[in-house]
């Protein structure tokens, strides 16, 4: 027994020493797994995907596209980086792929003679809405390098479509990161995963949140100013990510910019019991009806913000009060209530009387060029379609959605393949109804409103700068529901500036006029510059 001790530590001692030379040869091994992959990832993302090999625990991440590319934006030459491709959202362990989120970055690249600081340049995440829909409106309308060629009035050309450099990106101002929501584009729940499971309000927010986190981390933007741009829904959940960003992650932003915004829903939600947005609409249907000449008199002969101003001081002066008084208005009232709204938006005084002096948004776009077997676009009111349903109640299609889907979606599936190199054969879904039912469960029995997650976002972060973008034409969120939704947000004197409006002669897409393309090109960039000035870059 006392001889087998001497043994036993000789045993010992030889196990320790060669388990010590293994763990320094594995010291001395190339980094590997996810932490080596986001390393390499900031300089060559491609390279660094295809030569890791991960734990086999972990799943493969999913290679990149990278392409550099060139654009001219006011008489200067940019170079740029273009990664395409999946990140690949794991479960809390890290271990499990849950989803593939597609998205575009663009990085400026370094010219002869420049330095880059990622400490003073901005990273902006730009997505757009629905629910269900893809970043490409956003993408290739307004922000991204290249855009969709329309029309003057902002009507498709003729197909085949065409794209052209975009001369008024967004690109010499900030870096871009498109974002797909999971189902949206090329974007799906991993497999064996139930989709579902990030459809509705707050898997939505906690998915495209995390994506922002572990972008803003793999690519080492931590130090950069950060802003988020939405456009519809997006401006719903950018609104919430501002909240969440901060409460989660600690991750907080400099800037919002919020195009075509809807925060609280009761602002445009038409039902029974619910008066808003038979007010708040109004002003919008007085812009249709401006545009297509259903006015007389002076509001015909004058410009449109003349015929906004009546149509507001009519709302807020007489019409709202009105409604409040139900069933209990004289009926005098009513018929003299009618006469000044059918001077407003063009709709017959008997028609408004049957309404109950109610016109929801169905209603006007079908009603307004009944005479003309037309209906107006919901999106976009200056724009027409065909009803082949005349006479009837049933919305045929929406003339202002068919204006773009067609153009923007074969360009972008051209514009994939063929210059930024991602292949796929997976449609791209730039507006699917599968993400359909949304989940509202946090908000039942009432309207959502992230209206207060903003204000309370800002509330705590007193250099948070937000921009509103507004299209007069727009039907879907229009400008009069937002301006209400801002004044309503009970913020603080001291903050209260950080918020500024913008209008454009255009509807919920206002970039697709080109002439206001090259406004929101100006907005934005005064934007930039007031809330880098005030992060002080």
């Known amino acids: 027994m006392p001889r087998s001790i001497p043994a036993l530590i000789r045993r010992l001692f030889l196990s320790a020493a060669a388990l010590a030379l293994t763990f320094s040869s594995i010291a001395q091994q190339p980094k590997r797994g996810p932490a080596a992959r986001a390393e390499a990832a900031v300089t060559a993302p491609k390279a660094a995907d295809a030569e890791a090999k991960p734990d086999k625990k972990e799943e493969k991440e999913p290679v990149l596209s990278v392409t550099e590319h060139n654009l001219t934006l006011g008489g200067k030459t940019i170079s740029y980086k273009a990664t395409a491709g999946y990140m690949a959202m794991k479960d809390a362990k890290n271990e499990k792929t849950k989803a593939n989120i597609f998205f575009v970055a663009y ?43 329309m029309t003057e009035k902002g009507e498709s050309l003729p197909p ?45 927010i906690a998915s495209v949140g995390d994506f922002i986190r572990l972008y803003t981390t793999r690519y080492q933007r931590w130090s950069s100013p950060k802003f988020l741009v939405g456009e519809s829904y997006g401006t719903t959940r950018a609104s919430g990510l501002s ?91 009513r018929a003299a209530l009618a006469k000044e709204m059918s001077a407003l938006i063009g709709l017959p005084e008997a028609f408004i009387v049957q309404r109950n002096l109610r016109v929801d948004i169905q209603t006007f776009t079908q009603k307004l060029l009944e005479d ?77 409103n992230t209206a207060e997650l903003l204000h309370r976002a800002m509330s705590r972060n007193l250099h948070l700068k937000v921009w509103i973008a507004n299209g007069y034409y727009d039907l879907a969120t229009p400008y009069f529901a937002t301006d209400y939704t801002v004044r309503q947000m009970g913020l603080d004197a001291a903050v209260r500036g950080n918020i500024s409006q913008t209008f454009y002669a255009g509807g919920h897409m206002m970039y697709m006029v080109p002439a206001e393309l090259a406004k929101m090109k100006t907005d934005a960039a005064k934007f930039y510059a007031e809330a880098l000035k005030a992060a002080g870059r």
């Open 243 to 333: 909240d969440y960003l901060q409460q989660r992650y600690g991750l907080y932003l400099n800037g919002i910019s919020l195009v075509s915004s809807i925060m609280n829903f009761q602002t445009a939600r038409f039902a029974p019991g619910n008066d808003l947005p038979f007010t708040l609409f109004f002003p919008t249907y007085t812009a249709g009806a401006w545009y297509h000449k259903k006015l007389g008199g002076a509001l015909a002969a004058g410009d449109l913000r003349s015929a906004l101003n009546a149509a507001e001081k009519f709302v807020l002066e007489k019409y709202t009060p009105a409604l409040m008084r139900g069933d209990a208005l004289p009926d005098a009232e």
């Open 160 to 204: 085949p479509y065409q794209m052209a450099d975009n001369d008024h990106s967004w690109l010499d101002t900030t870096d871009l990161v498109f974002i797909d929501p999971v189902s949206t584009g090329y974007s799906r729940a991993a497999t064996g995963e139930d989709a579902k499971q990030f459809h509705g309000y707050e898997e939505d």
């Open 372 to 448: 003309q077997n037309r209906s107006v676009g919901r999106y976009d009111s200056r724009l027409t379609g065909i009803r082949y349903q005349p006479g009837t109640a049933q919305t045929d299609f929406d003339p202002s959605y068919e204006a773009v889907f067609g153009s923007y979606t074969a360009c972008f599936n051209d514009y994939v393949r063929r210059e930024l190199k991602f292949e796929s054969d997976l449609p791209y879904n730039a507006l699917t109804s599968d993400v359909r039912p949304w989940n509202y469960s946090n908000v039942q029995n009432e309207y959502l």
């Open 107 to 149: 990085t400026k690249i370094a010219g002869e003679g420049e330095t880059l600081d990622a400490a003073q340049r901005p990273v902006t995440f730009s997505f757009n809405g629905g629910p269900g829909s893809a970043s490409i409106w956003l993408h290739m309308g307004a922000l991204g390098p290249k855009r969709v060629l």
